[in-house]
């Protein structure tokens, strides 16, 4: 699906959602204790096979011009999941925003896992 944009001056422009999904996915890596944006158990699948993962960790649906935004994250341990979860919305909902100029009406997240601190190296 794309997004038209008809007031422009001398022409259109179209912004595919996929662009939409992967400025949300930046934005939500953007942010402190946040590990990976990614389906859950489907991540050591795509690690495993070396395939892309079945389903997308960032969907993006518009309703009248409007986007709703629904990010699967994978979060750090020991991370306050709430604290992260609002900046993450604000994050994608701004960084979308000013971007694209499409309004975004909700952002909503999926914790689909932990992440677990990597032993260190001696």
Known sequence: MEVLNNNLVGGSLQISTDVIAKIAKCAALEVEGVADVACGNQR????????????????????????????????NYGTRIPAISEKVQENVKSSVQNMTNVAVGRVNLVIAGVALPQPEEE
């Open 44 to 75: 050591k699948m795509k690690e495993l096979l070396e395939i892309v993962s079945l389903q997308p960790p960032v969907e993006v649906e518009m309703h009248d011009g409007i986007a709703e935004i629904t990010v699967q994250l994978v979060v």
